[in-house]
T-cell receptor, first 112, second 114 residues
Framework: ETGVTQSPTHLIKTRGQQVTLRCSSQ?????VSWYQQALGQGPQFIFQ???????GRGNFPPRFSGLQFPNYSSELNVNALELDDSALYLC???????????FGPGTRLTVT | GESVGLHLPTLSVQEGDNSIINCAYS??????FIWYKQESGKGPQFIID?????DKRQGQRVTVLLNKTVKHLSLQIAATQPGDSAVYFC?????????????FGQGTILTVHP
C-alpha cells in the first residue's frame, strides 16, 4: 500500500451542493495530482498542485478547485454539484522530478 | 490529440499461464508510460514503468514492452496467479513539464481462474 490517504471514504451529496475532499501525500512527496474516475473508465486528470500552486489542469470547469498546504496535503473542492460528478476521486502524490505517481484509495462521491 | 486505448477489454486465463495485456497510444510526444493495477474498491497500484528511450523493462514477474514505431505498449505477466485478477490500465505522460497529467486508457479486466 502507498502512504497516500484520502478522506472521507464515501460521500453522498445533493445536486447543487458543495463538497471538499482531502488528501495526505506520501512522505517525501511534494506534488499532488487529482483524478476523477467514472464507473468503468480510466482516471481523468483534474489538476496538479506543487508548492501550493496549481501546476497543470485538465478539461474540468472552474467549479473544480483545489488547495495545497505547506505540509503538501491537498483539498479538492467542487461547487454546484451535478449528477455527472458522481465518481471515484483519486489523489496521487509524487516527487515532481520523479515520474512515478502513487495513488490513494479514493473517495467515492455520489450526487443525487 | 492524446489518447491511450486498449485492444482487449477483457482477458481470462488459467492460473500459471502467462498473460499479455496490450495498449495503443497516439501521442508520439509521450516520453513515459506506466502500467497500473486496480482492484475493486482500491486506487490504482503502480506496477511498472518505462521511458521512451527504452523498449523493454522487467520487474518481478512482469515485463513491459514499448514499440514506438507502431505506438504500442504491452504488459506481460508470467505465471499468472488468482491475486493478479484486477483491471489493468496503461497510462502515458506527454513530454515536457506536464509531470502530473497522466492519460489513462479504458482498462483491461484480467480474470485468473484457479
Amino acid at each position: 500500500e502507498t502512504g497516500v490517504t484520502q478522506s472521507p471514504t464515501h460521500l453522498i451529496k445533493t445536486r447543487g451542493q458543495q463538497v471538499t475532499l482531502r488528501c495526505s501525500s506520501q512522505s517525501g512527496h511534494n506534488t499532488v495530482s487529482w483524478y476523477q474516475q467514472a464507473l468503468g473508465q480510466g482516471p481523468q486528470f483534474i489538476f496538479q498542485y506543487y508548492r501550493e500552486e496549481e501546476n497543470g489542469r485538465g478539461n474540468f470547469p472552474p467549479r473544480f478547485s483545489g488547495l495545497q498546504f505547506p505540509n503538501y496535503s491537498s483539498e479538492l473542492n467542487v461547487n454546484a454539484l451535478e449528477l455527472d460528478d458522481s465518481a471515484l476521486y483519486l489523489c496521487a502524490s509524487s516527487r515532481l522530478a520523479a515520474y512515478e505517481q502513487y495513488f490513494g484509495p479514493g473517495t467515492r462521491l455520489t450526487v443525487t | 490529440g492524446e489518447s491511450v486505448g486498449l485492444h482487449l477489454p477483457t482477458l481470462s486465463v488459467q492460473e500459471g499461464d502467462n498473460s499479455i495485456i496490450n495498449c495503443a497510444y497516439s501521442n508520439s510526444a509521450s516520453d513515459y508510460f506506466i502500467w497500473y493495477k486496480q482492484e475493486s474498491g482500491k486506487g490504482p497500484q503502480f506496477i511498472i514503468d518505462i521511458r521512451s528511450n527504452m523498449d523493454k523493462r522487467q520487474g518481478q514477474r512482469v515485463t513491459v514492452l514499448l514499440n514506438k514505431t507502431v505506438k504500442h505498449l504491452s504488459l506481460q505477466i508470467a505465471a499468472t496467479q488468482p491475486g493478479d485478477s484486477a483491471v489493468y490500465f496503461c497510462a502515458e505522460r506527454p513530454g515536457g513539464t506536464s509531470y502530473g497529467k497522466l492519460t489513462f486508457g479504458q482498462g483491461t479486466i484480467l480474470t485468473v481462474h484457479p
